[in-house]
Each structure stands twice: as structure tokens, then as C-alpha cells.
């Protein structure tokens, strides 16, 4: 039944969203045509495939086919060949290699799929895969943390384990921050992209992992029970390569310590012990005065026994009648206790002394106490790559 419209602005809006949908569905029939006569499903007009060889460049108009196989792909990320192949056509102006993984899409008017590898564009990455290195890295006249120029590695394309490493190996460039030298041999696994110049439509390859360490001859210190060195060190007691340390000096740090000195050929000698001596230690006296006691003297007390007694007797003697009669007075000690004695106390005095003295002490020993060296190493960044 046919619409009628009144020309109001809402009808105006409402016959134009009509024709947008009878255009749609216009639209719609004819794909669904192109894709009957294709016998092409909707859900197969974008797979994901790999190629099972190389597949030329687009030179101008003119583009090349080659086969590749149709993967499945499940719901944890995996890809599996599904044992179908398609015929594909490279219309991009760079080549796909063998083994590559492309979506592919159906051509609505002519029924071929079709696949873009990236063009050129300028710095434009092309691929992005695993590789496995074929050989140690290489490097040219000087190294790279020395201002060479950039090192490289042959490599193969290779699953995330290694495993499956297939076509051609080519070489990929190892860039590293400056005053610092790569470290990757033979059969590592990292990860790896194509890149165009951005100039033109040339293609190199390049780590996209962290593949730097330290310069050659630098040098670290470890911890543990004689840690295992890893790749490209190797412990600084004397039985390195010294033909692979490239300017390090090859010293034995095996119980030493360094020094902050001039350069020698050997580190500092500590000579452990727990205890050192020292005999003969001269001791000199030289004294003034000195005082032993105070200045006081004198009396601090007595002690007696009594006194005792004393007899006097008088006696009279008649020599005659005319005369005058002799009175003799005899004394007596009776008791000789008149005897006594004191004590005394001596309070102190005072000595002056001066002189020199001298003599040798008896040898004395000091205690050190030593912290623990075992399980600290040192190890040297030596040059393992494949010049």
C-alpha cells in the first residue's frame, strides 16, 4: 500500500529515511547475488592463511597468485592448517615470503581472493615473527658500544620455542643504546620485524627484543656460591679466554679487592687474618714531683700506766752530846711505776721524686673481625660473538 505524506518538516524526514532504507536493501540484493553466483558464504569472505611459498610484488597493475593454506582459528588464539588451500593474489608492491600469515578477502565481482602486503609508505613494518639465531652475533671492524656500526645475526623464521624453523636465513640488524654491545648466539630465540626504509620501498630486518648488555671488557660483580656466569661473562680469576676479552685486561680477582690506584697487573692483596701482633712497643716516663701522704705531724696520742708511789723515811743520828744531831732524809722507790710511754701516730708525709725511667712493654695483640668475601665475584663482558 502506498504512503502518503503530507509536506510537513516530519514528513520530509520520514521520506528520507525511507529512501536510505529501500537504498540498503538495493544494496544488500545485489551482494547477495554476487556472492550465490561465487558460491561464496558470508562468514569465508575473510580467512586467515599462510603462504606455502613466496608470492612476487605488485608491479603496477600487474599482480602474481600463489597458494596458500586456509588456518583455523580456535578460541585460545591457535592457528591450525585446515588442509584447504586457496589461490591468492598479492596485490601489495612488496613480496610474501613462504610461511607468512596473511588475511586474505573475497573479490565480490570476480570471486578471487585477494591479500595486501604492506607497501611502502615510509618506515612502514612489513612482518613481525620469531626467529632463531643461526650464528653468534657479528659485528664489523669496531663494536658497536666503541661507535661501529650496527652488529647482525643470520637468523630463520621459527615458532615461539624454536622449534620449526623454515625458509632461507637472512640477516637481521641488532640495534643497542650507545656504549653498549649486543649478546645473542647461536640457536637464541627473540623476536624479530620487517622494516622499510623510509626513503623507499626496501626492507630490512631488526630485533625487536632487548638484546643489549653491557660493552665488552666491562665488568660486574654476582652474588651466590661461584654463580654460573652468563652468556658472554666469565669470572675474573685468571682462566678466561684472553684472546675474547677485547680490551679487558684478564686480571685474577680471586681473593682481591680493587683498588682505587694506578693500573697493575694484579688487584689488591687483603692477606686475611683473624689476628695481627706488635712487639717491642718502647714506653717512656719521665716524673717531677709526686706526693704520697699529707703534710701533717705530730703527736695523736698517748697511753701510760699509773704513776706509781715513793717511800721517804727519816732517820736521826746522835754523834755526841755537845753537838748538833745528823737528820739523813733516805728516799725509797717503792713502786717503779713512774715508768710511761706515748704513741704515736704517723699521719702521713710527702716524698719528692724526679727522673726519667724507661723500658719495653710486653707484645699485645689486635682483634679484626672480618666480614665474609666468599659468594661476591667479580666477571668480565667478554666478546662472544662470531668475529
Given at each position: 500500500?502506498?504512503?502518503?505524506?503530507?509536506?510537513?518538516?516530519?514528513?520530509?524526514?520520514?521520506?528520507?529515511?525511507?529512501?536510505?532504507?529501500?537504498?540498503?536493501?538495493?544494496?544488500?540484493?545485489?551482494?547477495?547475488?554476487?556472492?550465490?553466483?561465487?558460491?561464496?558464504?558470508?562468514?569465508?569472505?575473510?580467512?586467515?592463511?599462510?603462504?606455502?611459498?613466496?608470492?612476487?610484488?605488485?608491479?603496477?597493475?600487474?599482480?602474481?597468485?600463489?597458494?596458500?593454506?586456509?588456518?583455523?582459528?580456535?578460541?585460545?588464539?591457535?592457528?591450525?592448517?585446515?588442509?584447504?588451500?586457496?589461490?591468492?593474489?598479492?596485490?601489495?608492491?612488496?613480496?610474501?615470503?613462504?610461511?607468512?600469515?596473511?588475511?586474505?578477502?573475497?573479490?565480490?565481482?570476480?570471486?578471487?581472493?585477494?591479500?595486501?602486503?604492506?607497501?611502502?609508505?615510509?618506515?612502514?613494518?612489513?612482518?613481525?615473527?620469531?626467529?632463531?639465531?643461526?650464528?653468534?652475533?657479528?659485528?664489523?671492524?669496531?663494536?658497536?658500544?666503541?661507535?661501529?656500526?650496527?652488529?647482525?645475526?643470520?637468523?630463520?623464521?621459527?615458532?615461539?620455542?624454536?622449534?620449526n624453523p623454515t625458509g632461507a636465513a637472512f640477516d637481521c640488524f641488532l640495534p643497542t643504546p650507545p656504549h653498549m654491545d649486543p649478546n645473542v648466539i647461536t640457536n637464541q630465540v627473540f623476536c624479530a620485524a620487517e622494516f622499510e626504509d623510509q626513503s623507499d620501498?626496501?626492507?630490512?630486518?631488526?630485533?625487536?627484543?632487548?638484546?643489549?648488555?653491557?660493552?665488552?671488557?666491562?665488568?660486574?660483580?654476582?652474588?651466590?656460591?661461584?654463580?654460573?656466569?652468563?652468556?658472554?661473562?666469565?669470572?675474573?680469576?685468571?682462566?678466561?679466554?684472553?684472546?675474547?676479552?677485547?680490551?679487558?685486561?684478564?686480571?685474577?680477582?680471586?681473593?682481591?679487592?680493587?683498588?682505587?690506584?694506578?693500573?697493575?697487573?694484579?688487584?689488591?692483596?687483603?692477606?686475611?687474618?683473624?689476628?695481627?701482633?706488635?712487639?717491642?712497643?718502647?714506653?717512656?716516663?719521665?716524673g717531677a714531683a709526686a706526693n704520697t701522704g699529707s703534710s701533717e705531724t705530730g703527736i695523736e696520742g698517748t697511753s701510760s700506766d699509773p704513776a706509781g708511789t715513793i717511800s721517804v723515811t727519816t732517820e736521826t743520828i746522835n754523834h755526841d752530846s755537845a753537838g748538833m744531831d745528823e737528820i739523813d732524809v733516805v728516799t725509797e722507790?717503792?713502786?717503779?711505776?713512774?715508768?710511761?710511754?706515748?704513741?704515736?701516730?704517723?699521719?702521713?708525709?710527702?716524698?719528692?721524686?724526679?727522673?726519667?725511667?724507661?723500658?719495653?712493654?710486653?707484645?699485645?695483640?689486635?682483634?679484626?673481625?672480618?666480614?665474609?668475601?666468599?659468594?661476591?665475584?667479580?666477571?668480565?663482558?667478554?666478546?662472544?660473538?662470531?668475529?
Amino acid at each position: 500500500m502506498a504512503n502518503f505524506y503530507t509536506l510537513t518538516r516530519e514528513s520530509i524526514k520520514k521520506l528520507q529515511a525511507d529512501h536510505q532504507r529501500i537504498r540498503t536493501a538495493i544494496v544488500n540484493l545485489q551482494q547477495a547475488g554476487n556472492r550465490m553466483a561465487h558460491k561464496a558464504t558470508q562468514r569465508d569472505d575473510s580467512l586467515v592463511a599462510k603462504a606455502t611459498g613466496a608470492v612476487a610484488a605488485r608491479s603496477g597493475a600487474t599482480i602474481t597468485s600463489g597458494t596458500f593454506t586456509i588456518q583455523a582459528v580456535d578460541s585460545a588464539g591457535t592457528l591450525a592448517d585446515s588442509n584447504d588451500t586457496a589461490t591468492v593474489f598479492n596485490v601489495g608492491d612488496t613480496a610474501i615470503s613462504s610461511g607468512d600469515y596473511y588475511n586474505i578477502h573475497r573479490d565480490y565481482r570476480t570471486g578471487q581472493w585477494i591479500t595486501h602486503a604492506p607497501g611502502s609508505g615510509g618506515g612502514a613494518t612489513v612482518n613481525i615473527c620469531y626467529v632463531i639465531a643461526q650464528e653468534n652475533w657479528m659485528y664489523s671492524s669496531t663494536l658497536p658500544s666503541a661507535g661501529g656500526g650496527m652488529a647482525w645475526i643470520s637468523v630463520k623464521k621459527c615458532d615461539q620455542d624454536g622449534t620449526n624453523p623454515t625458509g632461507a636465513a637472512f640477516d637481521c640488524f641488532l640495534p643497542t643504546p650507545p656504549h653498549m654491545d649486543p649478546n645473542v648466539i647461536t640457536n637464541q630465540v627473540f623476536c624479530a620485524a620487517e622494516f622499510e626504509d623510509q626513503s623507499d620501498s626496501a626492507s630490512t630486518w631488526a630485533s625487536i627484543s632487548d638484546i643489549s648488555d653491557l660493552a665488552i671488557g666491562s665488568v660486574k660483580m654476582m652474588t651466590g656460591n661461584t654463580p654460573t656466569a652468563a652468556q658472554g661473562w666469565v669470572p675474573l680469576d685468571g682462566n678466561q679466554d684472553t684472546t675474547k676479552t677485547a680490551g679487558g685486561n684478564a686480571i685474577d680477582m680471586d681473593g682481591r679487592s680493587p683498588l682505587a690506584a694506578a693500573l697493575g697487573a694484579t688487584g689488591g692483596d687483603l692477606a686475611p687474618s683473624d689476628t695481627t701482633s706488635s712487639v717491642g712497643v718502647a714506653v717512656s716516663i719521665t716524673g717531677a714531683a709526686a706526693n704520697t701522704g699529707s703534710s701533717e705531724t705530730g703527736i695523736e696520742g698517748t697511753s701510760s700506766d699509773p704513776a706509781g708511789t715513793i717511800s721517804v723515811t727519816t732517820e736521826t743520828i746522835n754523834h755526841d752530846s755537845a753537838g748538833m744531831d745528823e737528820i739523813d732524809v733516805v728516799t725509797e722507790v717503792t713502786d717503779d711505776g713512774l715508768d710511761h710511754s706515748h704513741t704515736i701516730t704517723d699521719p702521713g708525709h710527702t716524698h719528692t721524686v724526679s727522673g726519667t725511667f724507661t723500658g719495653t712493654a710486653s707484645a699485645h695483640a689486635h682483634e679484626i673481625d672480618l666480614h665474609p668475601w666468599a659468594g661476591i665475584l667479580f666477571y668480565e663482558r667478554v666478546n662472544n660473538s662470531g668475529v
